[in-house]
């Protein structure tokens, strides 16, 4: 079976660009959740989709949106790019069983570079 | 939000040398997950725990959990080089789906 897929691999924006990423969660796994991950620290919680409702919002700014489609896959996007943007962006799906959420499998990420 | 301190945040240790990090929180966990990323790769899961006092093993790695429920420790015996990469504790505040990561512990393993 697939695990999670995200593209794009790579990419190079400019300031005030908007970009957009993808995640396909591995089959049979409602939801999807966004992490930030800038160079030596750890991934920072952007969002999770489950059900293609909103279920938790970290600290970011309103630049950043996201949403769940039917098919449980997810779209992360960002607007008016900013240099500090630049980071590993990751897209992991779980089970969740009642309130335990299980273990994140975590995609390869998108490497996004703003110059 | 919920905040965890992991120590150290870097390790250098030779090869056959044991390693430890740790995890702390101020408040009480409902459960931990451990998380390894090699360099240049994405977190993989390790483990969860979730009882008080809780240990188990996965080869040369034990986890435990501590008795209050607010802090955990990887013990890495005798460390080889396939050993090397970030490992992070993740943390989850109760009635949250939201899984906060610690800022992980770097190993390095000289040969």
């Known amino acids: 079976d697939a695990g999670v897929t995200q593209s794009p691999t790579h990419l190079i924006k400019t300031r005030g660009q908007h970009v957009t990423l993808r995640c396909s969660p591995i089959?049979?796994?409602?939801?999807v959740s966004w992490y930030q991950q800038v160079l030596g620290q750890g991934p920072q919680f952007i969002f999770q989709y489950y059900e293609k409702e909103e279920r938790g919002r970290g600290n970011f700014p309103d630049r950043f949106s996201a949403r769940q489609f039917p098919n449980y896959s997810s779209e992360l996007n960002v607007n008016a790019l900013l240099l500090g943007d630049s980071a590993l962006y990751l897209c992991a799906s779980s089970l969740i069983t009642g309130t335990n959420t299980g273990e994140l499998f975590f995609g390869e990420g998108s490497r996004l570079t703003v110059l | 939000g919920q905040q965890v301190m992991q120590i150290p945040q870097y390790q250098h240790v030779q090869e056959g040398e044991d390693f430890t990090t740790y995890c702390n929180s101020s408040t009480t966990l409902s459960n931990i997950q451990w998380y390894k990323q090699r360099p240049g790769g994405h977190p993989v899961f390790l483990i969860q725990?979730?009882?008080?006092?809780e240990v188990k093993k996965q080869k040369r790695l034990t986890f435990q959990f501590g008795e209050a429920k607010k802090n955990s420790s990887l013990h890495i015996t005798a460390t080889q080089t396939t050993d090397v990469g970030t490992y992070f504790c993740a943390v989850r505040r109760a009635g949250s789906y939201q899984l906060t990561f610690g800022k992980g512990t770097k190993l390095s393993v000289i040969p």
């Open positions: 089959s049979g796994h409602k939801s």
């Open positions: 725990l979730v009882k008080s006092g």
